[in-house]
Each structure stands twice: as structure tokens, then as C-alpha cells.
């Protein structure tokens, strides 16, 4: 997706269409699971500057992946080479903010009810970082296009997570809500997997990369939640905060009434 040089990209290899079918899925997906949350009254545009900038900046990233799909489905690989310089520095606030938003509401006790707040503290930056890293190694490979596509959609399907936290009933699934919502987006790299198979007869080894990081990722948050290293960053996160009263891996007690997010 993000191209950094002037030289005309490898040629195309056939699956344009499956790239850009999935990418409008992803958006449609994503759209809609905050859409429904506006609509039944669980989020709120009264929020601090900093929740709107996260916003702006992560849908701003559904549209230039869905756009770059597009400008390479349609061959308008000038428009693609240059949103994709675009596409390169856009992933560096989407990551501080990422960051900022979870450490607020993590210090505020603002961690929905069926998370571990500690948990919540890890997981939100793990995936972030597990995205951008996606993203640079497809960044890295992108003369190699068929690498270049997977990894960028692999690291797209990270950002799915959030979506299917609020598409998914998380109260109910409590306490894995967090494993369940992550576990979810892996259908997308398998389904890409699947394609290739149907379309050539193997699956791309840049798939099996794309799935062990995103899996990788998930141990890591699972390693660094339960353990004294976890129980550390959260002391040192929280001090000094509301969010210091919380026991770092206990449920909170469900609020009367509706959830309503981003007040951080």
C-alpha cells in the first residue's frame, strides 16, 4: 500500500479483485460496528481533543487502505504511489495515540467493565505496534507484491479488533471478551489463505507470516498481562491515578444503565 519510491511497482499478480473486495468488507465492518455503537447510545462525540484525533487518524487509515486497493484494482498506480508516501507517515500518530488514549483510560478507570484493565493496558498497544510493524515489512517488500499485499492485510485485519469488539456480545464472553474479539479477525488472513489456494493451488508463505505475528502478538499480551513484568508497568502507568485503586486483574462491576465509551 504505501509506496516509497518513484520506479514503477512489480507487476500485478492476478488477485487485485480479492484485495479490493476484501478491503470494502473491512471498512463496511468497521463502519458499521461504530455506527451501531452511536446509535444505541454507547459512544459520544463529547469527548477530549485526544479521542477525536485517534478517530480521525484510524478511519483516515480505512480510507487509504480501502483507496489503495482501489488505485491498484483500477491500475492508477501514479495516485497509489503517491498516497502511499502519504500512507507511510500516517501510521506514526496513529500509534502515539493508540498509545496515549489506552494509558488515559487505563489511569482515569475508565476500562470497560468486561476487560482486565491490565490486560487492556497491553493489548491495545501490542496491536498497534504489531500493525505498524505489519505495515513497515510490507512497506520494506513492496517490490515483492504478492509479500506487499498479504502483510498490508494482514496488518489491516489487526485494526479489525476493535470492530468486532463492538459487533461481538463481550459482556457475554466475558472473561476471554478480549481473546475472542482478536481471535475473530483471524478469519480474514485464513479466508486470504483459502483464496490463494482456490486460485493457484498454494497459499503464499507471506500469509503464514502475517498469521504467526498476529498469533504472536496474542501470547505476548497474554505472557506480559500475567505476569510481575505486567504488574509493574500497570504500578507505574496508574501512580498517582484513579486508575492506582483498581486492581489491575479483577472485572469491574457492570454500571447501571448503558456503556457509554469514549469519555477518555
Same mark, same amino acid.
Given at each position: 500500500?504505501?509506496? +516509497?519510491?518513484?520506479?514503477?511497482?512489480?507487476?500485478?499478480?492476478?488477485?487485485?479483485?480479492?484485495?479490493?473486495?476484501?478491503?470494502?468488507?473491512?471498512?463496511?465492518?468497521?463502519?458499521?460496528?461504530?455506527?451501531?455503537?452511536?446509535?444505541?447510545?454507547?459512544?459520544?462525540?463529547?469527548?477530549?481533543?485526544?479521542?477525536?484525533? /485517534?478517530?480521525?487518524?484510524?478511519?483516515?487509515?480505512?480510507?487509504?487502505? +480501502?483507496?489503495?486497493?482501489?488505485?491498484?484494482?483500477?491500475?492508477?498506480?501514479?495516485? /497509489?504511489?503517491?498516497?502511499?508516501?502519504?500512507?507511510?507517515?500516517?501510521?506514526?500518530?496513529?500509534?502515539?495515540?493508540?498509545?496515549?488514549?489506552?494509558? #488515559?483510560?487505563?489511569?482515569?478507570?475508565?476500562?470497560?467493565?468486561?476487560?482486565?484493565?491490565?490486560?487492556?493496558?497491553?493489548?491495545?498497544?501490542?496491536?498497534?505496534?504489531? $500493525? #505498524?510493524?505489519?505495515?513497515?515489512?510490507?512497506?520494506?517488500? @513492496?517490490?515483492?507484491?504478492?509479500? /506487499?499485499?498479504?502483510?498490508?492485510?494482514?496488518?489491516?485485519?489487526?485494526?479489525? #479488533?476493535?470492530? $468486532?469488539?463492538?459487533?461481538?456480545?463481550?459482556? +457475554?464472553?466475558?472473561?476471554?471478551?478480549?481473546?475472542?474479539?482478536? #481471535?475473530?479477525?483471524?478469519?480474514?488472513?485464513?479466508?486470504?489463505?483459502?483464496?490463494?489456494?482456490?486460485?493457484?493451488? @498454494?497459499? /503464499? &508463505?507471506?500469509?503464514?507470516?502475517?498469521?504467526?505475528?498476529?498469533?504472536?502478538?496474542?501470547?505476548?499480551?497474554?505472557?506480559?498481562?500475567?505476569?510481575?513484568?505486567?504488574?509493574?508497568?500497570?504500578?507505574?502507568?496508574?501512580?498517582?491515578? &484513579?486508575?492506582?485503586?483498581? &486492581?489491575?486483574?479483577?472485572f469491574a462491576t457492570p454500571p447501571e444503565g448503558t456503556l457509554v465509551t469514549g469519555r477518555t
Amino acid at each position: 500500500m504505501a509506496t +516509497l519510491a518513484q520506479k514503477p511497482l512489480a507487476p500485478s499478480s492476478g488477485d487485485e479483485r480479492f484485495f479490493l473486495t476484501a478491503a470494502i468488507v473491512m471498512t463496511v465492518t468497521i463502519i458499521s460496528a461504530f455506527s451501531l455503537q452511536y446509535l444505541m447510545g454507547r459512544s459520544t462525540f463529547a469527548s477530549p481533543l485526544r479521542v477525536h484525533l /485517534h478517530a480521525f487518524f484510524f478511519m483516515g487509515w480505512v480510507a487509504i487502505y +480501502l483507496s489503495q486497493n482501489f488505485f491498484v484494482a483500477t491500475r492508477r498506480m501514479a495516485l /497509489h504511489r503517491r498516497l502511499g508516501w502519504i500512507a507511510a507517515g500516517w501510521m506514526v500518530p496513529m500509534v502515539v495515540l493508540g498509545c496515549v488514549v489506552t494509558v #488515559a483510560m487505563v489511569r482515569l478507570g475508565h476500562v470497560p467493565f468486561f476487560f482486565r484493565p491490565l490486560q487492556f493496558l497491553i493489548f491495545d498497544p501490542v496491536a498497534v505496534f504489531t $500493525f #505498524a510493524g505489519l505495515t513497515i515489512a510490507a512497506i520494506l517488500l @513492496r517490490r515483492r507484491t504478492e509479500w /506487499h499485499r498479504r502483510l498490508h492485510f494482514c496488518g489491516m485485519t489487526i485494526l479489525l #479488533a476493535p470492530a $468486532f469488539g463492538r459487533l461481538l456480545p463481550l459482556p +457475554l464472553l466475558q472473561p476471554l471478551a478480549w481473546e475472542a474479539s482478536y #481471535a475473530v479477525t483471524l478469519l480474514f488472513p485464513f479466508v486470504g489463505a483459502w483464496a490463494d489456494m482456490r486460485r493457484s493451488g @498454494r497459499v /503464499h &508463505p507471506a500469509w503464514w507470516w502475517g498469521i504467526g505475528t498476529i498469533i504472536a502478538s496474542f501470547v505476548l499480551v497474554e505472557a506480559i498481562t500475567y505476569s510481575p513484568i505486567g504488574a509493574a508497568i500497570y504500578k507505574v502507568v496508574t501512580e498517582g491515578s &484513579p486508575g492506582a485503586d483498581v &486492581p489491575p486483574l479483577e472485572f469491574a462491576t457492570p454500571p447501571e444503565g448503558t456503556l457509554v465509551t469514549g469519555r477518555t
